[in-house]
């Protein structure tokens, strides 16, 4: 396979999942990430800490590529996150072979006037969204295009203060749902359609709590976001793995969020014979064999567990099998943060009891700090 010998340098705030399929599909593997989990250590030869996104420049960026890849040729693929600083990609060093969406149809998804316009140009319903502050703030929300897992999503009612860059949306009722797609030059397939359900705090009102799949929409939205999907793809040019998120009505209508530009944490859905990076790297490089596709149909969720104290993580932890990104032992966990996450298989009617079990399990175990 092209690119196989090359060892593959991850970029993304939590590269965890993205460095253990790179490892099945037999790269060394190198991460720059926020977290450095006992798992992603596991799965990668090379690692260097990145600061919490807001802290992230484009000097920072190029500074933890020249320390990590020691002027080495490797594959970039970023994950997430990184596409705030999507500029960087321009100044990368000879080594460093990108594989993605480009520069410019990154900013052209994650510039909301630009991509609004967009959706409007190509007749794609969206939830009502405009630039300057509503006269009534009742049942709208505000967004940062540099926001992920809800965390930047805000009741416009409940603010005092509105940050520079976040635009203003009217909240629609509906189910909050994802489509994973592979995209390359001449094949499109949807990987899963995905179910996203909150975990809300005062804080973070709109905070992502956990992703399933498979879900259904009707036949005819089905249709309707197929076509969606291709539209964007052509005319964004879209490579790779991407997520699309909208809102799903309770009238049988697709209204569409946000793109995603790169691989999402719905990729740990999506059942494949081969490594899921491996067929990012397939389809960006126009390389991709559908045939290698296997979709599969069970039920799988996977849940973020975030603190509800301070947490001290004791020595020896015993982390349930279904958990990953895991925190070493002795890290203290602040109120709000995540814990982990845990991926749990089986039938629709036992997946509840079974996050019950799991998250009792961890919890019990954690030293509080008074």
């Known amino acids: ?32 990430d926020c977290f450095g989990d006992t798992d992603t250590l596991a799965a990668t030869q090379r690692w260097q800490q990145l600061p919490a996104l807001c802290e992230l420049s484009e000097k920072i960026v190029l500074e ?6 020691l002027g080495q040729a490797c ?10 600083l999507s500029d960087f990609l321009a100044n990368l060093p000879s080594n460093v072979d990108y594989v993605g969406n480009s520069i410019n149809t990154i900013k052209s998804i994650k510039t909301p006037s630009t991509f609004f316009n967009l959706l409007k140009r190509l007749n794609i319903p969206y939830p009502q969204t405009q630039f300057t502050r509503p006269k009534l703030s009742v049942n709208w929300i505000t967004k940062s295009a540099k926001g992920m897992g809800g965390i930047h999503i805000q009741n416009l009612n409940s603010l005092s203060h509105i940050a520079d860059e976040c635009y203003f949306q009217q909240y629609i009722s509906g189910v909050s749902c994802s489509a994973l797609f592979l995209a390359s030059e001449h094949s499109l397939t949807i990987l899963s359609i995905n179910k996203q359900s909150l975990d809300p705090n005062p ?41 699309l998120d909208f809102i799903y009505t309770a009238t049988d209508h697709v209204l569409i969020l946000e793109i995603n530009p790169r691989p999402s944490a719905s990729m740990e859905l999506v059942t494949s014979d081969s490594p899921i990076i491996q067929l990012h790297i397939e389809a960006c490089l126009n390389l991709l064999d559908v045939n290698t596709l296997n979709n599969g149909s069970s039920f799988k969720s996977l849940s973020y567990l975030y603190a509800d104290n301070d947490y001290l ?32 298989e089986c039938c629709r009617s036992e997946n509840e009891n079974l996050r019950s079990i799991t998250k009792h399990k961890v919890l019990s175990q954690l030293i509080p700090i008074t």
Request: charged fraction near 15%; charge should be positive; proline fraction near 6%.
């Open 1 to 32: 396979m092209q690119n196989q010998r090359k060892p593959v340098l991850i970029f993304a705030q939590s590269g965890r999942f993205l460095a253990q399929s790179a490892t099945q599909a037999g790269y060394t593997v190198w991460v720059a």
């Open 64 to 69: 933890t590529i020249y320390k990590i890849t």
């Open 313 to 344: 993580i004791p020595n020896n932890m015993v982390w349930p099998k279904a958990c990953s990104d895991l925190p070493s032992d002795g890290t203290s966990i602040k109120r709000g943060e995540p814990i982990c996450s845990f991926l749990v």
């Open 203 to 243: 804080e973070f009102p709109f905070r992502l709590g956990q992703i399933e799949a498979p879900f259904h929409l009707s036949k005819s939205s089905h249709q309707n976001l197929t076509s969606i999907i291709e539209k964007l793809v052509s005319e964004l040019q879209l490579v790779g793995l991407n997520s």
């Open 75 to 84: 594959t970039l693929i970023c994950g997430s996150g990184i596409e705030i």
